[in-house]
């Protein structure tokens, strides 16, 4: 049975592959491998939450929540090439495909860490890339003007909610978080429990069994 891609350090074989993301702005070849996450093709609910999401933030700070080997991050990148931009993942493997992703693609202003699941807290990163620095303790801290993220529903709830609580967290007063999730795996308890949470959510797409939504800090 294939290893779970929330695995920190996946024992897979490596077997190198690359998938394309084909987006009406962006076209990109990653390169990806076993033990990440949907290492054949762009996930569609990553295709979804790309085409239905606006424009980020010009400036400022950006995330992607569950980064895999990059598709989301640099995205963000592209479309917004003034702003820093962070992804996370507790996948030592994805990350490192990440950073290399990053510097096929000359978007040199991502940043890219390996973070503990619920903690976001940065773990050993291991040898980086010159051109893709590890980013510093503070700027995992935010805040986030903007947060994207195809979350690992399957990990469970508990694992789900807690990182949730730590990254939306750190967005900013201002800032918007985008989460894709399949209508069958959640996204209306996912909804739900976002509202009880006191945060401000609405479903802003839906297509192709998923789920967009947007999350903002409620008012008080």
Same mark, same amino acid.
């Given at each position: 049975m294939a290893q779970h891609y929330f695995d920190p350090d996946p024992d897979s074989a490596s077997r190198p592959s690359t998938a394309d993301?084909? #987006?009406p702005d962006v076209h990109m070849r990653l390169y990806t491998d076993r033990g990440v996450f949907s290492p054949e093709?762009?996930?569609?609910?990553?295709?979804?939450?790309l085409e239905s999401v606006p424009a980020p933030p010009a400036d400022g700070r950006l995330l992607d929540l569950?980064?895999?080997?990059?598709?989301?991050?640099?995205?963000?990148?592209s479309r917004a090439?003034?702003?820093?931009? #962070?992804?996370?993942?507790?996948? !030592?493997?994805?990350?490192? #495909? !990440?950073?290399?992703?990053a510097v096929e693609h000359g978007l040199d202003h991502t940043r890219f860490a390996v973070?503990?699941?619920?903690?976001?807290? !940065? #773990?050993?990163?291991?040898?980086?890339?010159?051109a893709v620095p590890e980013p510093t303790a503070e700027e995992l801290q935010g805040p986030f003007d903007a947060l994207w993220s195809n979350p690992p529903i399957r990990v469970g709830k508990a694992v789900l909610h807690g990182m949730l609580r730590t990254w939306l967290g750190r967005l900013s007063e201002e800032g918007t978080a985008y989460l894709v999730v399949q209508r069958h795996l959640g996204a209306d308890s996912l909804h739900k429990w976002l509202t009880e949470q006191a945060w401000h959510v609405e479903r802003t797409a839906s297509r192709a069994g998923y789920r967009v939504l947007a999350v903002r800090h409620g008012t008080s």
């Open positions: 993301l084909v #987006l093709k762009v996930d569609l609910g990553t295709r979804v939450l569950g980064c895999g080997y990059g598709p989301i991050a640099l995205t963000m990148a090439p003034r702003a820093q931009v #962070l992804g996370v993942d507790v996948n !030592a493997r994805a990350v490192a #495909l !990440a950073r290399h992703n973070v503990a699941p619920e903690a976001g807290l !940065a #773990l050993e990163q291991g040898p980086l890339p010159e």
